[in-house]
């Protein structure tokens, strides 16, 4: 299996507009973030993992030319936004792309792009075959097998997930019991860490290594990052072995 970081970023991306902090000047690659999504590969199966506003662009860096799923993890801007640049994947395959996400998110898409479910939709838009995650029934895509687990993200539950022995995290800041007991022993996590700081809604630093440790992780990588965390090259090499700031189009083979 093969997992990408098409983005590691917060909502505003980085640099931040406007910003002058010297991560959002900051000359290494590694301390520019599109939003934050993924890219899974496995036996010829691709799935993407959210579609905020940079996904046209991560499709494009990593050289994408064929996706057989989406899953959305929650409805925040900065994991929708770029829903709309699914088309070429239509035009490409020939049909609609199927998107999995709750039931709740679903119909928060439906709303938000009503011109992609209208019944007469003009030529172009973008077609979906939306599917509902029901969370602890693994759905199978392809040659993937993924088990969707709930976190809560302040008072929102977003979707996280696991399969086989990597996990995925992200938009996290409590892991509820039973999410917890089937992450035991994962040995790969991506996880969310925004900063330093204590958030009501995202894990810190701190709490993401805790919450790696706890699951048994062997490696973490932590996403969803703030121009506050600092330099990635400083940072990183505070951290213990096998724990590390994830970067935009890292390549994690499991």
Known sequence: ????LTGTGTSQGIPVIGCRCEVCISKDERDKRLRTAAFIAY?????AVDAGPDFRQQMLNLGITHLDALIITHEHNDHVAGLDDIRPFN???RKPLKVYTLQRVADEIRRRFAYIFSQNP?????TIEMIVIKPY???EIGALSIMPLLVKHGDMEVLAMRSG?????TDANEIPSRSMQLLQGTDNVVINALHHRSHHSHFNLLEAMRVAKQIGAKNAYFTHISHQMGLHAEVNQ???AGFSL????QTIRI
Not at 1 to 4: Q, Y
Not at 43 to 47: I, K
Not at 165 to 169: D, E, H, K, M, Q
């Open 1 to 4: 299996m093969k997992i990408v």
């Open 43 to 47: 036996e010829g199966t691709h799935v």
């Open 91 to 93: 035009f490409i395959q």
């Open 122 to 126: 003009y030529p172009g838009a973008p």
């Open 137 to 139: 029934e693994m759905i």
């Open 165 to 169: 022995a990597v996990a995925y995290v």
């Open 238 to 240: 505070k951290l213990p």
């Open 246 to 249: 994830g970067f935009d189009q």
